[in-house]
């Protein structure tokens, strides 16, 4: 059974980084795609970014794109999400979830009911 564990949440002010992990046990990454989503009160989960544990192949929800980089180190079987020139309306629980076992490519960014395992969340508040 796939379990998956995020960290690196945070306050942080307008225009400053963060990096977000997702550290998986139970199976390795090389048969999963894993997403990262986000939800702010009030609001529906939204897709920010995946990637192939097969390929590499990612992806990005427009409001993101050029901001965070979504990356994978399989031999870690973490993956993680590096948020720069972050602002109020990223604030949110982040989680990770992870789709499969399978060969998955990437070619589009999965609604989060395509999802079979979620984490816990971390919060990201940005503020100043």
């Known amino acids: 059974q796939l379990q998956l564990v995020e960290s690196g949440g945070g306050l942080v002010q307008p225009g400053g980084s963060l990096r977000l992990s997702c550290a998986a046990s139970?199976?390795?990454?090389?048969?999963?795609?894993i997403g990262w989503f986000r939800q702010a009160p009030g609001k529906e989960r939204e897709g920010v970014s995946c990637?192939?544990?097969?390929?590499?192949?990612?992806k990005y929800a427009d409001s993101v794109k050029g901001r965070f980089t979504i990356s994978a180190d399989i031999a870690k079987n973490t993956v993680y999400l590096q948020m720069n020139s972050l602002k109020p309306e990223d604030t949110a629980v982040y989680y990770c979830?992870?789709?499969?076992?399978?060969?998955?490519?990437?070619?589009?960014?999965?609604?989060?009911?395509?999802?079979?395992?979620w984490g816990q969340g971390t919060q990201v508040t940005v503020s100043s």
């Open positions: 979830a992870a789709q499969g076992p399978g060969y998955i490519v990437v070619v589009s960014l999965p609604g989060p009911d395509e999802y079979d395992y």
């Open positions: 139970g199976s390795t990454l090389d048969y999963y795609a």
């Open positions: 990637i192939s544990g097969a390929d590499g192949s990612t």
